[in-house]
């Protein structure tokens, strides 16, 4: 039975070509939807593009519709229709606001309901608020929009796999090692670590792990085969201290025409930023890179960033203040004893001497970004299009480090499913181009607070 979705203006603001998503069904906009993207059309940033982008999709279907009237069902090329209805209120409840837009698409979704009883009539939105609210209009068909999220199957995914071994192959990978065998460039036959059939991704991260000796080897799974390495180690006096940050080191300070993209996921304390700079000011120090820029995803000022007085510094300054923490912190672990006022003056000299630049986000699309260590943390309130925008930026000789943890969403209609970071991770997978690692709470080294905060204190 085909069926008619109703869609809700935030599924077309989040995805401007949602209209062609729904296979050979029925799609619907009210006029009201028409009113709140004639009203969002000249918002700054992705929300004004994305209202304007779905006016052209929708002039596109324009174009071929009867007498160019939308009201006429439009037949698209996925087998499914298009049309444009007028806002009916005649079936909402006596108590609800027939001035209000959602109100009015609820409205219109139950008299199709009654219109339509051969078929099954969807309301589409994001917002959980007007899901509730539908269903308390008795309205009962109401869901998500799915095309945008990634399966969990997916977002399982962690790009490390840990094996506990007796010391028997990492004696056998210790040895290729030590000899500096060819056998360390071009890789070991899968069957050499694993006793079964395993899948395995390409820059997939595999630590052999002996729990009496704790000795550890580690390897990347590379073009079929499992090339050995041995942990990085970056200046600044940084060791890894778990599995998951060596061989996250290593992705970070491989050179990018190896691994040009970097997706660092996980909860808060893993040092995934501190990481990151590390590796990127160990790799501009040897001249690898000429800058090292930072971003970082913020929902409430990205959309209004151009409206803030002063330089771009200025107007970023307050949302990096984890960078600057971690630069500190960097310069402490590099000369324990130095006074924070020197160590203070130390990165202010990164930002004079155009070392680490700001690069803000609200004006990524049309650069084209060379020869730079970009750094964007907080990529899990990134939605799909400007993590697109982000990594679309990457000219010649860029690298390129996402950071996120998609259990701490701000961003309204994002989840931990349909948000940039774990759209871009569900993507790169198996990509030659790509390496990720998810960090969980045990790998957490803030400090025990941190680590048992982030076990504890789950909603």
């Known amino acids: 039975m085909k069926k008619i979705y109703v869609l809700d203006t935030n599924i077309l603001l989040s995805d401007p070509h949602s209209i062609f998503g729904f296979e050979d069904n029925e799609v619907i906009i009210t006029q009201t939807i028409l009113q709140e993207l004639d009203e969002k059309k000249t918002a700054k940033g992705e929300l004004g593009y994305n209202a304007r982008e779905v006016a052209r999709q929708i002039e596109s279907l324009r174009k071929i519709a009867d007498n160019g009237d939308l009201t006429n069902t439009v037949e698209l090329e996925n087998g499914g229709s298009f049309r444009i209805v007028d806002d009916d209120t005649s079936y909402l409840p006596m108590a609800f606001d027939k001035n209000r837009p959602d109100n009015r698409i609820i409205g219109t979704a139950l008299h199709l309901q009654d219109k339509y009883k051969d078929k099954k009539v969807v309301l589409v939105t994001n917002d959980t608020v007007m899901r509730l609210i539908a269903t308390s209009a008795h309205f009962s068909n109401v869901e998500e929009y799915k095309n945008d999220h990634v399966s969990e199957d997916i977002e399982q995914y962690k790009g490390i796999l840990i094996v506990k071994d007796n010391g028997t192959k990492i004696a056998k990978i210790n ?63 940084v060791v890894a201290k778990n599995s998951h940050q060596a061989a996250a080191l290593y992705a970070l300070l491989a050179p990018v025409d190896e691994i040009p993209l970097v997706i660092l ?63 500190e912190n960097i310069y402490k672990n590099e000369t324990p004893s130095e006074d924070i006022r020197v160590i203070r003056e130390q990165v202010d000299n990164l930002f004079d001497s155009g070392i680490i630049d700001i690069c803000p986000l609200a004006y990524m699309r049309g650069r084209s970004i060379t020869d730079s260590y970009l750094i964007v943390d ?19 000789g860029t690298k390129i480090i996402l950071c ?31 390496a990720q690692i998810t960090f969980d709470s045990d790998t957490c080294v803030r400090s025990e607070l941190s680590r048992e905060a982030t076990n504890l204190l789950q909603f």
């Open 378 to 396: 907080e990529t899990q309130n990134a939605s799909r299009s400007q993590i697109r925008d982000i990594i679309t930026r990457a000219g010649k």
């Open 265 to 327: 996921k996980g909860t808060a304390g893993t040092s995934k930023t501190f990481l990151s700079l590390v590796a990127g000011l160990t790799t501009t120090v040897k001249e690898q890179y000429k800058r090292v820029l930072i971003s970082r995803n913020n929902v409430m000022a990205d959309a209004d960033f151009g409206y803030l007085p002063g330089e771009i510094q200025e107007k970023m300054t307050p949302l990096l203040a984890p960078f600057y923490d971690n630069l």
């Open 404 to 434: 996120g943890d998609p259990n701490q969403i701000d961003a309204q209609n994002l989840d931990k499913y349909n948000n940039g970071l774990v759209f871009a991770a569900s993507k790169f997978i198996d990509s030659p181009l790509c």
């Open 175 to 237: 040895k290729y090692l030590n000899s500096k065998a060819t056998i360390t460039k071009n890789g070991l036959d899968v069957s050499e670590i694993f006793d079964a059939d395993v899948e395995l991704h390409e820059n997939e991260f595999i630590v052999l792990e002996n729990d009496e000796t704790f000795e550890k080897c580690y390897l990347i799974y590379k073009s079929k085969k499992l090339v050995p390495f041995e942990e990085p180690k970056p200046n600044y006096n």
